[in-house]
Every structure is written in structure tokens, then in C-alpha cells.
């Protein structure tokens, strides 16, 4: 594995890829019905849905809510540039996909660091005509690695408003990692008018002795697999300083969801926070 001119890894990303540890890509991918995973995702995957039925139904809200907090974005603000870290693996309707189907010059900066993801690429390049897309092999954990990136230089202008998607990945970082802070840095390189759309996992829709045994299987997902759950008030956090649209902060089942197919899921069978916010 080398790494060219332009920052990106080159070569084949097969050494990078350990069938034997789950990755929440993967493992996400499972629960989205996906075929993108191994034995290590699947069990990781099962050993949560035992502590939480609902997973999947979670998964499939959340994919929800990011395809129906791009189309706010580039339909009712007039974002057309959007960054978004923790990409996944690629499915329907990703962000550059709803962005570019309202406005077809939008551009997009996809961010992971799973290289599955990494060589699925290929199918998030494919941009209109009008727009672009990129992908960076990068961490959230490393802000200034993806704003220094060239890739997202030649395609984000980071003089004008941005998207910055974080969807799904935040409960990834424990608080030692400091969410906040790498957050507000992200947040600090984007100009007024720019917008932050993020989900995370709770536990605060659960009865107390089902949400410790969530929390439980959440921990035993393996290094790559933790997820840290947070209250509302530790979700509400992220967007100090900004102006949160409404509806606010709730369920991402319920953010926007008027137009989604009834019944709808309740909040405990999602137990996820999402909301958008802007920057003053």
C-alpha cells in the first residue's frame, strides 16, 4: 500500500481489510439487508439485535432521515456543497444522489475509513455532469488530514456554505476521543450559513433494564464496534452556537417524517437522536 501526490492511498486495499473484527460499515450494511459483510459483522450485528430487536428498523430510519436532511438542505437552504464523514457503504440514495437529483451542480466530499468502503469508491464517484464527487480514506478522529485534503480542496470551496453530514458515526467516538471538540473544528473551517446535519444512537427512549442490555451488546461489538450511547443533553451538545431548525432535536423518525409511508416506527424502536442546525 503507497500513498500518491494527492494523499490517497493507492494499491489494493485487501491487507487493510480484518474479516474477523466487525466494522460498523459492515455491520450496518448487514442490517440494511446489504451483502457487503463477513461472519465477524454479522455476529456483532445479531449480538446487538439481541439487546435490541429493533436495530434494523433503526438502520433503515436513519438511512431515512440522511436522505431527508440533504433533500432539506439543497432544496429548501440552497446548500450545494456538502461533506459527508462516515459515509458507509454505498446504497440507494446516497447524499451526492439526493443532493444532485434537486440540484444537479451540488458538490460532494465523502469521508471513511473502512476500505470496504474505500473499494466500493467507484460507486460514489459517479457524479452528474454538472456537479462532482469525491472520496477521502480518512478519520473523523483526524479533522485537519480531511480539510487539508486535496481531494476536498479541488472539490469543496470552503469559502462558501457547506452541508457537513454526520450521520451514524458520532456514537463511534467515545468522550476520551473528545466529539465536541473535533466537532467544533470541523464546524470552526466552515463559513456562516453552513449547516450541521447529524443522528446519534440513545438510550433514552428505553426502560431502564433494556436499555443496559443495549448498552451491553453495543460493548461487545469488538474495538471497531463500540457505540456510546448519549442522552438528549449530551446530543444537544454538538450544536452550541448554532440555530437549530425545526422540529429540533427528536427521533430521527419523527425529524421531517410527514411525508414518510404509515405506520410509523416509534421513537423507542428507533432510540436515535437526529436533528440540523445552522451556523450563524
Keep these: 500500500m503507497t500513498t500518491d501526490a494527492s494523499g490517497s492511498t493507492t494499491g489494493s486495499v485487501s491487507d487493510r481489510i480484518d474479516t474477523s473484527i466487525a466494522h460498523p460499515a459492515r455491520r450496518y450494511n448487514y442490517w440494511l439487508g446489504g451483502k457487503d459483510n463477513f461472519q465477524a459483522d454479522r455476529e456483532s450485528g445479531d449480538a446487538i439485535a439481541a439487546g435490541f430487536p429493533t436495530i434494523r428498523t433503526a438502520a433503515l430510519e436513519?438511512?431515512?432521515?440522511?436522505?431527508?436532511?440533504?433533500?432539506?438542505l439543497a432544496r429548501e437552504v440552497g446548500i450545494r456543497q456538502f461533506l459527508d464523514i462516515g459515509t458507509g457503504i454505498p446504497t440507494a440514495n446516497n447524499t451526492h444522489e439526493v443532493?444532485?437529483?434537486?440540484?444537479?451542480?451540488?458538490?460532494?466530499?465523502?469521508?471513511?475509513?473502512?476500505?470496504?468502503?474505500?473499494?466500493?469508491?467507484?460507486?460514489?464517484?459517479?457524479s452528474t455532469a454538472e456537479g462532482a464527487t469525491a472520496y477521502i480514506d480518512a478519520d473523523l478522529r483526524d479533522p485537519e488530514q480531511i480539510l487539508t485534503h486535496p481531494e476536498l480542496l479541488r472539490t469543496i470551496d470552503l469559502s462558501q456554505p457547506v452541508g457537513l453530514m454526520l450521520v451514524a458515526v458520532l456514537h463511534f467516538l467515545p468522550d476520551g476521543d473528545d466529539p465536541y471538540a473535533l466537532v467544533r473544528r470541523l464546524l470552526d473551517a466552515l463559513p456562516a450559513g453552513s449547516y450541521l446535519a447529524a443522528s446519534?444512537?440513545?438510550?433514552?427512549?428505553?426502560?431502564?433494564?433494556?436499555?443496559?442490555?443495549?448498552?451491553?451488546?453495543?460493548?461487545?461489538?469488538?474495538?471497531?464496534?463500540?457505540?456510546?450511547?448519549?442522552?438528549?443533553?449530551?446530543?444537544?451538545?454538538?450544536?452550541?452556537?448554532?440555530?437549530?431548525?425545526?422540529?429540533?432535536?427528536?427521533?430521527?423518525?419523527?425529524?421531517?417524517?410527514?411525508?414518510?409511508?404509515?405506520?410509523?416506527?416509534?421513537?423507542?424502536?428507533?432510540?436515535?437522536?437526529?436533528?440540523?442546525?445552522?451556523?450563524?
Excluded at 436513519?62 to 432539506?72: E, I, K, M, P, S
Design 99 to 126: 443532493a444532485q437529483a434537486i440540484a444537479p451542480e451540488s458538490r460532494v466530499v465523502y469521508v471513511d475509513n473502512d476500505p470496504i468502503v474505500l473499494a466500493h469508491a467507484r460507486a460514489l464517484l459517479s
Design 62 to 72: 436513519n438511512r431515512r432521515f440522511l436522505q431527508r436532511a440533504a433533500g432539506y
Design 200 to 280: 446519534h444512537a440513545t438510550h433514552d427512549y428505553l426502560p431502564p433494564q433494556i436499555a443496559e442490555e443495549a448498552k451491553a451488546a453495543a460493548k461487545g461489538g469488538g474495538p471497531h464496534g463500540l457505540i456510546n450511547l448519549r442522552t438528549r443533553g449530551e446530543f444537544t451538545r454538538f450544536f452550541v452556537d448554532l440555530d437549530v431548525v425545526e422540529p429540533g432535536i427528536t427521533s430521527v423518525a419523527e425529524w421531517r417524517a410527514e411525508d414518510e409511508p404509515e405506520p410509523r416506527p416509534s421513537v423507542a424502536e428507533v432510540s436515535m437522536y437526529g436533528a440540523v442546525a445552522r451556523r450563524p
